[in-house]
């Protein structure tokens, strides 16, 4: 699907990927994840990211994943793949076969690195520009890749590659970091992440929208509208209606279980599971979200809540 840089802003939800008690891919969970994302009014999906635990999948998998995705979504909204890499031979073959099985974007990481190499990061990026022909969503995910990407060097990144159009933000403190590089590249697209936790608060910095898998979706698009319209008020009011909830989902190593058991309870996937060693929740941390829910009166018909 053909995107624009003004149809790209909005919601984008990450899809994570659902697996069945026998540790297989939950194509019918995954299907309902997919109409979740166009009932929800976002602007896209993102899939094959940390949290849809594409470290954890075979690559047989990940082609299976997209094959299904772009089938499913039958261009209705624009499928974003993260593609990072170890090797900047696999980086091009991921790049190369997404392309052909409908990719509309690609989120990239810079590879892991004990500190910054700046040419060893040109290099990778130089193999993606030189492989892809739809945008690239640069990753600033230092938890993950180990690399703090300052605004000068995603300047050079951004001029070098054309292709990254965009920036996917998870390097906290992310309002005052998205000040600082709409400072000097102004024509740049900035995502925030982190389940949402800063969502109202990047919106306001300049964020072009949010990339981030929170199991109620349609929040942060009713946020977002609201936004974009000026009903400041009703987007506050949202927003930290729904906070205690972001927070919790936002929980440091078990955001993932947290996520899945949520989308459980709202039956869009069938079971929980995640692939060891990503960690499950013990039985302690359901009962506290079980009440969470309870108390923001989301226990029983999940279906039908007020934003």
């Known amino acids: 699907m053909e995107t624009t840089k003004k149809s790209f802003s909005g919601v984008h939800f990450m899809l994570p990927t659902p697996f069945n008690d026998n540790g297989k891919v939950?194509?019918?969970?995954?299907?309902n994840l997919v109409e979740l994302s166009v009932n929800s009014g976002c602007s896209g999906v993102?899939?094959?990211?940390?949290?849809?635990?594409?470290?954890r999948m075979l690559d047989?998998?990940?082609?299976?994943?997209?094959?299904?995705?772009?089938?499913?979504?039958?261009?209705?909204?624009?499928?974003t793949v993260g593609v990072s890499s170890?090797?900047?031979?696999?980086?091009?073959?991921?790049?190369?076969?997404?392309?052909?099985?409908?990719?509309?974007?690609?989120?990239?990481c810079p590879p892991?690195?004990?500190?910054?190499?700046?040419?060893?990061?040109?290099?990778?990026?130089?193999?993606?520009?030189?492989?892809?022909?739809?945008?690239?969503?640069?990753?600033?995910?230092?938890s993950e890749s180990g690399i703090f990407l300052n605004p000068e060097i995603i300047k050079k990144l951004k001029t070098e590659f054309p292709l990254i159009e965009m920036l996917k933000l998870e390097d906290p403190p992310t309002p005052q970091k998205i000040s600082k590089i709409l400072e000097t590249i102004p024509d740049i697209l900035i995502?925030?992440?982190l389940g949402g936790a800063f969502f109202l608060e990047e919106l306001q910095r300049g964020a072009s929208g949010t990339m981030t898998g929170f199991?109620?979706?349609?929040?942060?698009?009713?946020?977002y509208q609201n936004v974009k319209v000026q009903n400041l008020d009703k987007a506050i009011n949202t927003f930290y209606k729904w906070l205690p909830l972001i927070r919790y989902e936002n929980s440091v190593g078990i955001g993932l279980s947290i996520r899945k058991n949520v989308l459980k309870h709202r039956n869009f996937i069938k079971s929980s599971n995640v692939r060891k060693p990503t960690p499950e929740i013990d039985t302690e941390t359901l009962e506290e979200l079980k009440s969470l829910l309870s108390t923001m009166k989301l226990d029983e018909d999940s279906e039908n809540f007020s934003l």
Do not use: C, W
Not at 46 to 55: D, H, P, R, S, Y
């Open 191 to 193: 995502f925030g992440g």
């Open 26 to 31: 939950d194509y019918k969970s995954l299907g």
């Open 112 to 142: 892991r690195m004990n500190k910054l190499n700046e040419i060893t990061l040109l290099d990778y990026f130089r193999t993606a520009q030189e492989s892809s022909e739809i945008p690239i969503v640069l990753q600033d995910l230092p």
């Open 215 to 223: 199991a109620y979706p349609e929040v942060l698009t009713s946020i």
């Open 60 to 79: 047989s998998e990940r082609t299976s994943v997209l094959e299904f995705l772009n089938k499913a979504m039958n261009n209705r909204l624009p499928i």
């Open 46 to 55: 993102v899939t094959l990211g940390v949290m849809g635990e594409a470290n």
């Open 86 to 108: 170890e090797s900047n031979f696999v980086l091009q073959s991921r790049i190369i076969e997404s392309q052909d099985l409908g990719a509309s974007a690609f989120l990239i």
